[in-house]
C-alpha cells in the first residue's frame, strides 16, 4: 500500500531548493550574510539553502523543517524529546550546527538538540554536506547545519508579524518579529513561543503519551549600521527550554530537562583592496537534569564561550581570492558531573578560490588549530566545480576532519578519559548536476573514513568509559530531483524528490552502524496561485538496526503530510495541515511511539 502511495507523491513533489531560488530572485535589495566564506569559497561542495516558506511549513521544530528538507536522517526519543541527527550516517557529535559563523554544539554532548531550535528565527537555513573542518572546526564530518540571520540595507521599509498556531495534544505556537530597513540601519527583532502537552496516543494500545510536555521560548535582535565603507552588526539569541522527559512502551518517564542559551555576535567588516572583518562572540549555555522532576532535586552543567577572530580576504586578480583568518576562543566549563575546566583554542586558517577558466574554478584551503589540552591534526580541503555547459556541472571535493573530545568525554565522573584523541576522517564526494528544460537532476557520491572514533565501552556491569577504538566507513549515493512551473497567471507548481542509500559500517565488526537505515527518502509538492497554496510533503525511513550486532530493528515507515494557506487579504493569512494523515504507527527510537495522525492551524498578519 504504501509503495503505491510512494510512487504518485514523487509524481507530485516540490522542491525546497526550487522555492529557496525563488525566494532570492525576489529579493533587491543589499544583503549581507553574516558568514561571508558560504558565498565566496566551496563551490565544490553541496549547499541546500532553505527558504522562508519551507520553514513555515514545518516551523514547530528545526527537525521537522531537515527531515522533509535534506538527506539527514534523526532519531528523536518521542515526539519534542532529544533529537539527534545523523548525517551521511555519521553520529550527532560528527554534525556541526553553526550560528551565524560560529560553532555551537555543546562543549558538553558535543552536539545540538535539534528539537530545542525554532527554525523561524532565522533568515536562512543552509545544509552544507561533506567535511567542513577547514571552515568550522570540531564536528563537521558528515556536514554542518547553518543558521543565518542577515543585514540588508535598501530603500525605507518597517514591517511587523504576527503568528499564531494551535494543534492536536494542546500545541501553542506564538511569534512575533518587527524590521525596520534604511539605505544605512537594519533593525530586526522577534520572539518565539511554543508549548504542548503532547499526550499523543500510542497507536493500537490503550498508553499515552504521558509526561512529555514541553515548552520553548526564545528572542532575538539583530542589528546593522553602515557608514562610509563600514559596516558594524550584532546578532543576539536568547533560547530557553523545559521540557519533560517522555516514557516509552517499558518504562514510565520521571525526568526532565531545563536548557538556557544565549549567544552574542558583533562584527566589523571594512571595504577595500583588502576586506577586513574583526568579531567577537560570546556563547553560554546551561542545563539542568532532573531525575525525578517532581522532586526538584537535578545535576546541572554550564559553559561560556569567547570567540574573537579577525580575517583579511581580497580578490588578488579577477580570477583569484584569498581569505587568511585568526580566531582564538576560551571556553571555561563547570558540571556537576564534570567538575570545572577551561580551554584555549587558536585556529589559523588560509582559504584560496582559482577560477581557472571561465566555467572551472577549484578552492585550496588549510586550518591549523593549537589547543591547550591535546594536538589536534592539520586539516585540510579541496575542490572543484565544472561547469561543462549550462546543462551540466560537475563536483568534485575532498577535506580531512575530526571531532575533539568533550568535556563529558575527558571528565565525567565515573568514567571520563583524560588520554582521548581526537577522531579524524577523510572524506572524498563527486557530483554532478543536469539541467533538462525545468527539471533538475542532481547525483552525489561519497566516502568518509574515520579513525579513532570515541566510543563508550564497559569496564564493569555499572561503569563505562570512552575508548579511541572504533573505525568506520561511511559509502553513499544522494539523488534529488526537482522541477517548477508556472501556468501563465494561474500560478506555480514545485516538484522535488530525494533519495539517499547510506552504508555506514563499524569495520572491525562489518556491521552496520546503529540507527542509520540504509534507505530514506523525502518529497514535497506544492502548487501555489496568488492567494492560495495547497502541498504535501513525504517522508520514508528504511529500517535501522538498534544494536551492535545488527540483531534488532526498528521498523521502516511512511509518513504523509496535507497542508493549505489561504491570504484572505494583504495583511492577512491563514491555514493548516494535517499531519501523519494515514494514522501510520511509527518509531525512530526503539519503544518510543511518535505521534498518531493529528492538526495544526494557524494564522499570520502581517503589517507594512
Not at 509503495?3 to 526550487?18: D, P, Q, T, Y
Not at 510536555?213 to 533560547?239: D, P, Q
Not at 583554542?345 to 577549484?362: C, M, Q, R, S, V
Not at 577504538?469 to 553513499?476: F, L, T
Request: aromatic share 16%.
Amino acid at each position: 500500500m504504501w509503495k503505491s502511495r510512494f510512487i504518485i507523491l514523487l509524481i507530485f513533489l516540490f522542491g525546497h531548493a526550487v522555492q529557496a531560488q525563488l525566494d532570492s530572485l525576489q529579493h533587491l535589495d543589499e544583503v549581507f550574510l553574516t558568514d561571508s566564506k558560504l558565498e565566496n569559497f566551496w563551490s565544490g561542495f553541496t549547499q541546500n539553502r532553505i527558504g522562508k516558506s519551507s520553514v513555515e511549513r514545518n516551523s514547530f521544530s528545526l527537525t521537522e523543517v531537515l527531515q522533509y528538507n535534506s538527506f539527514i536522517y534523526f532519531k528523536e526519543n518521542g515526539a519534542g524529546m532529544v533529537s539527534s541527527p545523523s548525517f551521511r550516517g555519521t553520529n550527532a557529535a560528527q554534525t556541526a550546527v553553526i550560528w551565524n559563523g560560529i560553532n555551537i554544539n555543546s562543549h558538553f554532548t558535543g552536539q545540538t538538540d535539534f528539537n530545542v531550535i525554532a527554525p523561524g528565527a532565522y533568515d536562512e537555513i543552509i545544509i552544507r554536506s561533506g567535511g567542513g573542518g577547514v571552515g568550522y572546526g570540531s564536528g563537521a564530518v558528515g556536514g554542518s547545519v547553518h543558521l543565518n540571520n542577515t543585514f540588508s540595507f535598501g530603500t525605507k521599509k518597517e514591517e511587523a508579524k504576527f503568528h499564531l498556531g494551535y494543534g492536536s495534544f494542546e500545541t501553542t505556537e506564538a511569534g512575533g518579529e518587527y524590521t525596520l530597513r534604511s539605505e544605512n540601519f537594519y533593525l530586526n527583532a522577534g520572539t518565539n513561543f511554543i508549548s504542548s502537552k503532547n499526550d499523543y496516543p500510542y497507536l493500537g494500545t490503550d498508553m499515552f503519551n504521558t509526561h512529555g510536555e514541553y515548552l520553548r521560548f526564545g528572542t532575538k535582535m539583530n542589528m546593522a549600521k553602515k557608514f562610509g565603507r563600514g559596516r558594524i552588526g550584532w546578532n543576539s539569541e536568547y533560547v530557553y527550554n523545559d521540557r519533560n522527559f517522555s516514557g516509552s512502551l517499558t518504562t514510565l518517564g520521571k525526568d526532565g530537562y531545563k536548557d538556557y542559551h544565549t549567544r552574542n555576535l558583533v562584527q566589523y567588516e571594512l571595504e577595500g583592496t583588502w576586506k577586513s572583518t574583526t568579531g567577537m562572540a560570546h556563547v553560554f549555555e546551561e542545563f539542568r537534569y532532573y531525575p525525578n522532576k517532581k522532586k526538584g532535586l537535578y545535576d546541572t552543567g554550564r559553559a561560556h564561550t569567547l570567540v574573537a577572530n579577525t580575517a583579511l580576504e581580497r580578490a588578488l586578480t579577477e580570477k583569484i581570492r584569498m581569505n587568511a583568518k585568526a580566531e582564538y576562543s576560551f571556553t571555561d566549563a563547570e558540571g556537576d558531573n564534570t567538575g570545572a575546566h577551561k580551554r584555549n583554542t587558536l585556529a589559523l586558517l588560509l582559504l584560496w578560490n582559482h577560477k581557472l577558466l571561465e566555467n572551472l574554478d577549484y578552492g585550496l584551503n588549510l586550518r591549523r588549530e593549537f589547543l591547550n589540552d591535546f594536538d589536534n591534526p592539520l586539516l585540510f580541503s579541496a575542490d572543484a566545480l565544472w561547469k561543462v555547459n549550462s546543462a551540466y556541472h560537475l563536483r568534485i571535493n575532498g577535506s580531512k576532519n575530526y571531532r575533539v573530545p568533550t568535556f563529558n568525554d575527558l571528565f565525567w565522573v565515573s568514567g571520563g578519559n583524560p588520554h582521548l584523541n581526537p577522531e579524524t576522517s577523510y572524506q572524498a564526494e563527486v557530483g554532478q548536476e543536469v539541467c533538462y528544460k525545468s527539471f533538475v537532476f542532481d547525483l552525489s557520491v561519497y566516502y568518509i573514513h574515520s579513525k579513532d572514533m570515541i566510543k563508550w565501552v564497559p569496564v564493569t556491569p555499572v561503569v563505562w568509559k570512552p575508548e579511541n577504538i572504533a573505525r568506520a566507513e561511511n559509502k553513499g549515493v544522494e539523488f534529488r530531483i526537482t522541477y517548477a512551473h508556472h501556468f501563465r497567471d494561474f500560478g506555480y507548481l514545485h516538484l522535488n524528490a530525494g533519495y539517499s542509500y547510506t552504508d555506514a559500517s563499524d569495520v572491525e565488526k562489518n556491521k552496520q552502524l546503529i540507527y542509520v537505515p540504509y534507505h530514506t527518502a523525502h518529497g514535497l509538492v506544492s502548487f501555489e496561485t496568488k492567494k492560495t497554496l495547497l502541498y504535501s510533503q513525504f517522508l520514508y525511513n528504511g529500517p535501522a538496526f538498534t544494536t551492535t550486532d545488527n540483531s534488532a530493528i526498528v521498523d521502516g515507515y511512511q509518513v504523509v503530510n496535507a497542508g493549505f494557506g489561504y491570504q484572505l487579504s494583504k495583511t492577512l493569512e491563514w491555514g493548516g495541515a494535517v499531519k501523519n494523515i494515514f494514522n501510520v504507527y511509527y518509531e525512530n527510537v526503539a519503544y518510543r511511539p511518535m505521534p498518531s495522525r493529528n492538526i495544526q492551524l494557524y494564522i499570520n498578519f502581517n503589517i507594512y
